[in-house]
């Protein structure tokens, strides 16, 4: 690549003093405490998240597009922007996952839904060098130093199911690296691995043994760019190293992970995953893991975390367990690298209160299925049935969300109630509005935007609401507490203003009579083990610790 806790055993035996003393150590202790499995991963496109100044512009992608299937000017340099002002951080984010910013085809499609452009990332022409609509590499690299600056981690997009649609100006590769037919059916394993997603997207041969040469395009492109000679020299030395072979899947292996050995990104978001043989993703997790460890011996630094693979099973929920079943066979990707499946599960169950989602993520996270990670979400990218869709309930999807067990991803915009319907737009085109950051001051926005934030920043504090175990204290109001290790909180929510509530507290909690309200930065008192409340707020964020 060219481009340069149960809380302690005993709970204060000692005075008052000592116990708070001890509390604020252990909340000390919760914050530099980060798990991939409970982790706030907001994730969000590039091309519509914020615009900044960026040294590089697409040129030629000038023909008139449907509604939001163009270039709209997010950039790289944007989302830095946004770190730099804190935005993330306030939100509680763990990790920042971005579409694919490898360069994409140059022209525009228009299969159904309107003329198109590669705005989205998934479109790959070259896994080799960054979209020009999004920036440059020296702008990745800043975004992905200013992200681990502020303690935030980056988890990358990998596409390597497919190519880009054929144009006429962006040609397929040869038939020994894609296929072009048949369509998917879907009704079993072959059916749903190697054949083609959907019309004029070329299918990597990810399965195939077979040694191949490199696409005639490909070279063509990097000679036209002078940097011919320089990647040729670094696909000898990868599978010299390595001892791969020089399959279709191997090259692209060798491209995304030269992102990992050269900035140290954090992770991968593999897309498409279930169409795809399982192997190859095996393989992408150890060469990603190796390139992991090298970039960190190479800057002599130690990672906070090993380096975390989430997959793209489409339909996937945890209610089946571990495995996705294609009819006529059953994977576990589990086996083959995978850390995390996205939960596709989880926007349905949001339908229900508060008390069904929380004890069955519980039940099914800490008891059924302890041995797996899921990435539950409200709103997504593709996925034209979200929860709440006309944006009606902002602070029950936070809620939800922000305090379910397990890992969770936020969508760009889901903290501000931005719109998944647009008048004009076709399809997904819908998911993938601009940010609406001018609406962030309205008064109705900006009091969403602090219950998130608030969520958040509780959420990332407190290792106990997406590792611990939970249990319901009270239905009216509803009251809930989470232990982990060290960690205690108690969490009421959807509360009357100004209602006098009184909460039994959990009896190992008993003796403790101090507790922290981080959502109004207030203090309450318990005596006799129940904490009586009286707030103005609609959630109170309990835990026995200083602010």
């Given at each position: 690549m060219k481009y340069p806790s149960i809380l302690f055993s005993v709970i204060c035996g000692l005075s008052l003093i000592s116990c708070q003393s001890s509390l604020k150590s252990s909340e000390a202790n919760s914050k530099d405490t980060f798990s991939w499995k409970s982790a706030n991963i907001y994730f969000l496109l590039t091309d519509r998240f914020h615009t900044a100044e960026s040294d590089t512009t697409r040129v030629g992608a000038d023909k008139e597009t449907a509604i939001l299937r163009g270039f709209e000017g997010g950039n790289i340099k944007g989302v830095t922007q946004k770190i730099k002002e804190g935005y993330f951080q306030k939100l509680g984010v763990d990790a920042i996952w971005t579409t694919p910013l490898v360069r994409q085809i140059d022209d525009a499609t228009d299969e159904g839904t309107g003329v198109t452009y590669g705005y989205h990332g998934?479109?790959?022409?070259?896994?080799?060098?960054?979209?020009?609509?999004?920036?440059?590499?020296?702008?990745?690299?800043e975004f992905v130093e200013t992200a681990h600056e502020a303690g935030i981690k980056v988890v990358m997009d990998a596409v390597l199911n497919h190519t880009g649609p054929?144009?006429?100006?962006?040609?397929?590769?040869?038939?020994?690296?894609?296929?072009?037919t048949p369509p998917c059916d879907f009704k079993d394993y072959q059916g749903t691995?190697?054949?083609?997603?959907?019309?004029?997207?070329?299918?990597?041969?990810?399965?195939?043994?077979?040694?191949?040469?490199?696409?005639?395009?490909?070279?063509?492109?990097?000679?036209?760019?002078?940097?011919?000679?320089?990647?040729?020299?670094?696909l000898d030395t990868f599978f010299n190293k390595t001892g791969l072979k020089r399959t279709p899947r191997n090259y692209i292996i060798k491209w995304l992970t030269d992102y990992v050995r050269e900035l140290g990104i954090d992770g991968f978001r593999v897309d498409t995953t279930k169409h795809v043989d399982e192997e190859s993703w095996a393989v992408l997790k150890q060469e990603a893991e190796r390139a992991f460890e090298e970039y960190h011996q190479n800057n002599n630094s130690i990672p906070s975390a090993p380096f975390y693979m989430v997959g793209e099973v489409y339909f996937y929920g945890i209610n089946g367990?571990?495995?996705?079943?294609?009819?006529?066979?059953?994977?576990?990707?589990?086996?083959?690298?995978?850390?995390?499946?996205?939960?596709?599960?989880?926007?349905?169950?949001?339908t229900n209160d508060y008390e069904f989602v929380f004890h069955k993520y519980d039940s099914l996270l800490n008891q059924a299925h302890?041995?797996?990670?899921?990435?539950?979400?409200?709103?997504?990218?593709?996925?034209?049935?979200p929860f709440d869709i006309e944006r009606k309930e902002p602070m029950k999807s936070a809620n939800m969300l922000l305090l379910a067990?397990?890992?969770?991803?936020?969508?760009?915009?889901?903290?501000?109630?931005?719109?998944?319907?647009?008048?004009g737009a076709v399809g997904d085109a819908n998911l993938r509005s601009n940010m609406n950051w001018s609406s962030i001051e309205n008064p109705e926005t900006k009091q969403i935007l602090t219950h998130w934030q608030k969520l958040g920043q509780f959420r990332k504090s407190h290792p106990a609401i997406g590792l611990g175990s939970h249990k319901m204290l009270q239905t009216e109001p509803y009251f809930f507490s989470r232990t982990y290790e060290s960690d205690a909180v108690i969490v009421g929510l959807d509360l009357i203003q100004d209602q006098e509530i009184d909460i039994q507290i959990p009896t190992q909690w008993s003796s403790i009579e101090k507790w922290y309200d981080a959502y109004s930065n207030r203090w309450f008192?318990?005596?006799?083990?129940?904490?009586?409340?009286?707030?103005?707020?609609?959630?109170?964020?309990l835990s026995p610790e200083f602010p």
């Open positions: 998934y479109w790959t022409k070259d896994w080799t060098s960054i979209e020009p609509s999004f920036g440059t590499y020296d702008e990745l690299k054929v144009t006429d100006i962006d040609p397929t590769f040869t038939e020994s690296w894609v296929r072009e691995v190697e054949c083609t997603l959907v019309a004029n997207l070329p299918d990597i041969k990810t399965e195939s043994t077979q040694e191949v040469e490199l696409p005639q395009t490909l070279l063509d492109f990097w000679e036209s760019e002078n940097r011919l000679e320089q990647e040729i020299a670094e367990g571990p495995e996705y079943n294609f009819g006529d066979k059953k994977v576990n990707y589990f086996d083959y690298g995978f850390d995390a499946l996205i939960n596709f599960d989880f926007k349905t169950d949001a302890n041995n797996i990670s899921i990435l539950s979400y409200i709103s997504s990218h593709d996925d034209s049935q067990p397990g890992g969770v991803q936020m969508y760009y915009g889901d903290e501000t109630a931005r719109p998944l319907v647009v008048e008192t318990a005596q006799n083990g129940i904490i009586h409340l009286k707030t103005n707020q609609s959630t109170v964020l």
